[in-house]
Each structure stands twice: as structure tokens, then as C-alpha cells.
């Protein structure tokens, strides 16, 4: 069964670091998500991604956040400088038409330091 | 502004007891998707169900089934004969139809535990 893989499972990084997350969603997908959830507290919209461009963002995603699908099937979210309050667990979603369900990837967990 | 309430924080059942968890939801929408997905404690998101605004039919799969009353704003999920692989964090999303908003708003979710 298709599933939404991301990479890595697990990213330290120190504050100010640039990091960028990769996800791979199912291949016959359109929209592309992603979320986050700090520890212990519900799960955040961050963006959404359709046809090469974001179709909605939150106010979590700020100039600090960026997103691209830099090839067919790979999709990224980059943090530019990171926060200590950007710690979470980030996830990628894909879904095959805007209305239908999205399919969560295994997320990445990211520890700012 | 779309929101999702799940008022129960935590539950414990023992084995082979049914549950209910509870969902309610606001939204100015007439158009309109309701979700529910389980986060084991390995912590991925896993798929329930979809139910769409315009269709209030309860729905069942095998020991789930779930029960969206558009009356009362609610779209709540049973789990029938629990067992101790359903002991998860729940959560409840929606998801407004009008145009470019694409987003799921979660829930605060419900740790459900299900006691040997």
C-alpha cells in the first residue's frame, strides 16, 4: 500500500541552523501538507502546497518557513534559522484531491538545541 | 472560524468495554469534512474515517462506528469490545470547502488507554 515516507526520522540541531525536512508523498497525490505537533498538544497546519505553489498558509508560517518540490516526487519544508520553540514533531501529508482524506507520513522529529 | 472540541482529555476503559469519544465542532460552512485519526504511541497519524456534511448516515467498520449529528454539531466515534491495541491519542479534524482553505483543524485529541 502507498504510504507518505519522510526523512529523517530524528534531526538535532543547534539554534540559528538552517535545517530542511524531506517527504516523499504517495505518487498519485496532488496536495501536499504539512503540520506540526509540540509535544503532548494537538496537531498545527502549517501550509499547504498545489500546483507548485503554496495554496494556504498559517500564521506559524512566517518568513523563517519555506517549502518546494524541488523534483517530481520530493517535497521539503525548510527552516532557515531555528528557534528553540520550533521544536516538534513535523509532519507531511498528501492527499488526491482537496476534499478527500490526507495521508500523514511517519514525521520527523526535530529537537532545537 | 472552523474549531474542533474534543472536551474528553483522557479515558480508561478496561478490555472488551465499549467507548465513546466525543467531537464537536463549529463551523459557518454548509459544505464541510469531518475526520478522525488515531496516533498510536509510535506517533504516526493514522486514516479513520471521512464523512462529508451532506451525508448524516452513521457509518460502521468492524468494532468502530461513528455517529455525525449535524443537529447537535457532533461527530462522535465508538469503539465496540475495545482491545489494547486501540490505546492511542484520538483526534478529530474538519475541514471547511470554501475555496483555498485546505487545511485539517484538529482537535486536542483524546488519550484513550484500554486496561488489560
Known amino acids: 500500500e502507498p504510504e507518505v515516507t519522510q526523512t529523517p526520522s530524528h534531526q538535532v540541531t543547534q539554534m540559528g541552523q538552517e535545517v530542511i525536512l524531506r517527504c516523499v508523498p504517495i505518487?498519485?497525490?496532488?496536495?501536499f501538507y504539512w503540520y506540526r505537533q509540540i509535544l503532548g498538544q494537538k496537531v498545527e497546519f502549517l501550509v499547504s502546497?498545489?500546483?507548485?505553489?503554496?495554496?494556504?498558509k498559517s500564521e506559524i508560517f512566517d518568513d523563517q518557513f519555506s517549502v518546494e518540490r524541488p523534483d517530481g516526487s520530493n517535497f521539503t519544508l525548510k527552516i532557515r534559522s531555528t528557534k528553540l520553540e520550533d521544536s516538534a514533531m513535523y509532519f507531511c501529508?498528501?492527499?488526491?484531491?482537496?476534499?478527500?482524506?490526507?495521508?500523514f507520513g511517519p514525521g520527523t522529529r526535530l529537537t532545537v538545541t | 472560524a472552523q474549531k474542533v472540541t474534543q472536551a474528553q482529555t483522557e479515558i480508561s476503559v478496561v478490555e472488551k468495554e465499549d467507548v465513546t469519544l466525543d467531537c464537536v465542532y463549529e463551523?459557518?460552512?454548509?459544505?464541510?469534512?469531518l475526520f478522525w485519526y488515531k496516533q498510536p504511541p509510535s506517533g504516526e497519524l493514522v486514516f479513520l474515517i471521512r464523512?462529508?456534511?451532506?451525508?448524516?448516515q452513521n457509518e460502521i467498520s468492524g468494532r468502530y462506528s461513528w455517529n455525525f449529528q449535524k443537529s447537535t454539531s457532533s461527530f462522535n466515534f465508538t469503539i465496540t469490545a475495545s482491545q489494547v491495541v486501540d490505546s492511542a491519542v484520538y483526534f478529530c479534524a474538519l475541514r471547511e470547502s470554501n475555496f483555498g482553505n485546505e487545511k485539517l483543524t484538529f482537535g486536542t485529541g483524546t488519550r484513550l488507554t484500554i486496561i488489560p
Open positions: 463551523t459557518r460552512d454548509t459544505t464541510y469534512y
Open positions: 502546497f498545489y500546483n507548485n505553489e503554496i495554496s494556504e
Open positions: 505518487s498519485n497525490h496532488l496536495y
Open positions: 464523512r462529508n456534511s451532506f451525508d448524516e
Open positions: 501529508a498528501s492527499s488526491e484531491a482537496e476534499e478527500y482524506e490526507q495521508y
